[in-house]
Structure formats: structure tokens, C-alpha cells
């Protein structure tokens, strides 16, 4: 369903990504992990071309995109195929819970506002907010408004939502109640792609892992090999590092 092929980035002479390749299936839940600086976040914004690469190819479904010399329509499209949900919640402050879900739908898809609001209240409700549509950002929780971002994702009905760090803002007793939307989600079949460092919570949602180091995947698989019989030094490394408890079968 998603392709990514060799897709390449670079900040000047730093590269970030050297020649990535990954697919992921239709209803498949990935998990990216890596240290800071490995590429996970570049690599998720070049999927809608957030951040363009020098090289490469982008594919979700049946539309394709070369990353080098991509025209406003494909990029446009790119989008519409996709929804983000941001380290930090970017809300629109001088608007309420439902009018920042609501948004997305009427101004990029020209959804009537009846409508739209219908479907916005509809999943205000599926991550637990029905009853602060009227709230202002100013009086939610941070939990709150990245769960508000996450309807502003769902309400698009995207064939992909990409997670980016999605607890990573939220102080740690706020993180639970994100993760829980989130596995409400993967359980309803949505193909997600979500960067993280919250451990337990890769190993139980996702479908599969991958592990990502100096703008190359270093390794992947199913999180139960990941995080019991990972293959790769480096990835041992780096779960001893990140979970101190752990221990790998040999």
C-alpha cells in the first residue's frame, strides 16, 4: 500500500537518509524507533514530502511520486492521502475543539459544514472528547489536545495517519491516555507509521518494528524478534541503552 524507494535526504552535506527503503501494507500498524538523529522524523515528513528528498520515490496505492522533480498537483495529492499528528499539538488557538477537527475537512476537502461538523463531533467522541467540542485549546490538557489532534487526523479519513512522536510533549502521567486512543485506532484496522520511544507500546501495537540508525534501517521485523532476538548488534545496543531490563534470547 506504501512504497518508499530509495529515498535520500540531505541538510546540506549532512545526510540524513541514505537510500531508504520500506513498505507497509494496507491496516498494518509500523513502528519506527532509532536514537535522536538516526532520520525517523525526516523519513515520516518526506512520506508526504513535509520535508522533500533529493532522491527517491514515494507510492501509496496506486499513485506514485518521484521525489526529485514533483509537480504542486502530486504533492497535493500526496497529502490528501495522508494525515500527521505532530510532536506538538498545533492547534489553532482562537478556535475550539471542534472547529480545529472540523478545519482540515472544510477548508482542504470542501466539506459542507454541516457535514463536517457531524463528522468531527462523530470522532470527538471516538477519542473521548465529545464533551469538550466547545473548548478552547487554553482549557484542555495537553493529552487533550493531541487527542484533539488526532480526530483532526481521523475526521480526514486518510489511507495512511503518520504518528510523530505523538507522547513525546505530554508529561508522563498525561502519555496513557494518547496510547489509548492510539490502540483504539490500530484495532479498527488504520494503517499507521508512528515514530516513538515509548517501548511497551511498540512491542504491543505495532505489526512490525523498524530500527533506525544513522539514516539507514538497520533492521526490522516483527516486534516480538525486535525486542527478544534482534539480529543486529547495534539494535542490541540500543535496547540495552533505552530498556535497561532488557534481554535478548539467543
Not at 536514537?35 to 514515494?58: A, M, W
Not at 470542501?110 to 457531524?118: D, F, G, L, S, T
Not at 487554553?138 to 489532534?149: F, K, T
Not at 510533549?169 to 515514530?195: C, F, H, N, Q, Y
Request: charged fraction near 30%.
Amino acid at each position: 500500500m506504501i512504497r518508499l524507494t530509495n529515498i535520500q535526504k540531505s541538510f546540506g552535506k549532512n545526510a540524513v537518509l541514505k537510500g531508504i527503503d520500506l513498505s507497509v501494507e494496507k491496516g498494518e500498524v509500523v513502528v519506527i524507533l532509532g536514537p535522536s538523529g538516526s532520520g525517523k522524523t525526516t523519513l515520516l515528513r518526506c512520506i508526504n514530502l513535509l520535508e522533500r528528498p533529493q532522491d527517491g520515490e514515494v507510492a501509496i496505492g496506486d499513485f506514485t511520486v518521484s521525489c526529485k522533480h514533483p509537480s504542486k498537483r502530486d504533492i497535493l495529492t500526496l497529502r490528501r492521502k495522508t494525515a500527521m499528528v505532530f510532536q506538538h499539538y498545533n492547534l489553532f488557538k482562537h478556535k475550539t475543539a471542534l472547529e480545529n477537527v472540523m478545519e482540515g475537512l472544510v477548508v482542504a476537502q470542501k466539506v459542507p459544514k454541516e457535514e463536517a461538523r457531524e463528522r468531527s463531533l462523530q470522532v470527538l467522541e471516538k477519542v473521548g472528547l465529545a464533551a469538550k467540542a466547545d473548548a478552547y485549546p487554553s482549557r484542555l490538557s495537553g493529552g487533550q489536545q493531541q487527542r484533539v489532534g488526532i480526530a483532526r487526523a481521523l475526521a480526514l479519513n486518510p489511507e495512511v495517519i503518520l504518528f510523530d512522536e505523538p507522547t513525546s510533549a505530554l508529561d508522563p502521567e498525561l502519555v496513557g491516555e494518547v496510547l489509548s486512543v492510539i490502540r483504539k485506532i490500530a484495532r479498527e484496522g488504520i494503517t499507521m507509521i508512528v515514530v516513538t520511544h515509548e517501548m511497551s507500546f511498540a512491542r504491543e501495537v505495532s505489526n512490525r518494528v523498524v530500527f533506525m540508525d544513522e539514516g539507514v534501517i538497520v533492521e526490522e521485523g516483527k516486534p516480538e524478534d525486535i525486542f527478544s532476538r534482534p539480529r543486529e548488534e547495534r539494535t542490541k545496543q540500543f535496547l540495552r541503552r533505552i530498556t535497561p531490563e532488557w534481554s535478548y534470547v539467543i
